[in-house]
Nanobody, 125 residues
Framework: EVQLVESGGGSVQAGGSLTLSCAAS????????MAWFRQSPGREREGVAM???????DYEDSVKGRFTISQDNAKNLLYLQMSGLKPEDTATYLC???????????????????WGQGTQVTVSS
């Protein structure tokens, strides 16, 4: 079974940048649809970005132009580059996959079956 481990979270000032990483084991060689979700207390899980095995990406509206999802096949890593961070981006960020080539038409948490433990991002104003 695929396991996902996130890293790279931390505390930054508004306007700052962070890059999150997600390591998958065993090596999935970018075969699967991958995504990042986030969750903060009192709010539902929110899809942030998704990448298909083809490389096609999709983003939640509030992060478009600020966040970039990418993969490094050689290192078997999924990334989320975040810039222009805002206090409302504060959340636990979770790496997810559905162990399938197919990506859903939108970031629906119900179709992603494998979740990492998450990494905390805190943005102060």
């Amino acid at each position: 079974e695929v396991q996902l481990v996130e890293s790279g979270g931390g505390s930054v000032q508004a306007g700052g940048s962070l890059t999150l990483s997600c390591a998958a084991s065993p090596n999935i060689n970018s075969k699967y649809c991958m995504a990042w979700f986030r969750q903060s207390p009192g709010r539902e899980r929110e899809g942030v970005a998704m990448i298909a095995p083809s490389g096609k990406t999709d983003y939640e509206d509030s992060v478009k132009g600020r966040f970039t999802i990418s993969q490094d096949n050689a290192k078997n890593l999924l990334y989320l580059q975040m810039s222009g961070l805002k206090p409302e981006d504060t959340a636990t960020y979770l790496c997810v996959t559905r162990a399938s080539l197919w990506c859903p038409p939108y970031l629906d948490p119900r179709v992603f079956t494998i979740w990492g433990q998450g990494t905390q991002v805190t943005v102060s104003s």
